[in-house]
């Protein structure tokens, strides 16, 4: 299991550089946020009620320069984490392309990239109310849990989870709970901005319990793979091939 390995992180964020980009403009009366690059932390937006957002990498959010006046309403393309403030008069409501994410006072986290045929709401605290196309009914979320919708599919799981795995990503930890190979890469392409190719079916459905450090580079995550799992890879530049030995 990668998890058997996950002490080599630390070691790794040591010698391990790394450069990101983070910058606001303001553009048609809409304040947009966007992060993008390998900073090892989250970006923290402050709005103006107070609410924290942390913003994942390759992330785009919005929200109008008007934000509270009447409503709380941002935009988010993108991962990010949300520690809203408590104001029972102005629901505070993530909107993405496919979902309303609806919540008085609460702590969740959405990961809402534009490619993924996933779209992850995960509750830390309080509550939240979801909308989503092509579902009849909204969904209640509840503390630890979480709502998966697949776009392709147009269909939905709720499941129990522990949440705090699910927002490690802020201070550089991924986790992956009993994920596929394949699940693994995609979260890790956003990450690193590395496109993956594996030429065997059979290793995108091994699955693995682990955590990642943003700090590590990819040659040594397939590294950690390789231990667990006898892999062949090949790194060029932002492409990674895997295969089976």
Do not use: C
Request: net charge neutral.
């Amino acid at each position: 299991r990668i998890s058997t390995y996950a002490a080599v992180a630390i070691f790794a964020a040591a010698i391990t550089s790394t450069v990101f980009l983070f910058f606001s403009r303001e553009y048609d009366g809409w304040i947009t946020s966007y992060v993008g690059g390998d900073g090892l932390e989250a970006d923290v937006v402050v709005l103006p009620d107070g609410t924290r957002v942390s913003l994942g990498t390759r992330t785009s959010f919005s929200y109008d320069s008007r934000y509270g006046q009447s409503e709380r309403v941002v935009q988010l393309e993108g991962e990010a984490y949300f520690e809203v403030a408590k104001d029972k008069d102005k629901p505070f409501i993530v909107n993405t392309k496919e979902q309303s994410i609806k919540a008085l006072g609460t702590k969740f986290n959405v990961s809402a990239y534009p490619t993924d045929s996933l779209l992850i709401t995960t509750l830390l605290e309080g509550s939240v109310l979801l909308t989503t196309q092509s579902l009849l009914h909204p969904t209640v979320l509840r503390p630890n849990e979480q709502f998966v919708y697949n776009k392709k599919t147009q269909s939905a799981l709720l499941q129990q989870v522990d949440a705090n795995r699910f927002v490690s990503w802020t201070t550089g930890y991924y986790y992956f709970p009993e994920q596929s190979l394949d699940a693994i890469l995609y979260r890790l392409s956003h990450v690193y901005g590395v496109q993956f190719t594996v030429k065997s079916e059979a290793l995108n459905r091994r699955t693995f319990t682990g955590t990642f450090y943003r700090g590590q580079s990819i040659k040594d995550i397939m590294e950690i793979i390789h231990l667990s799992i006898p892999i062949r890879y090949k790194i060029d530049d932002h492409h990674v091939i895997i295969s089976e030995i």
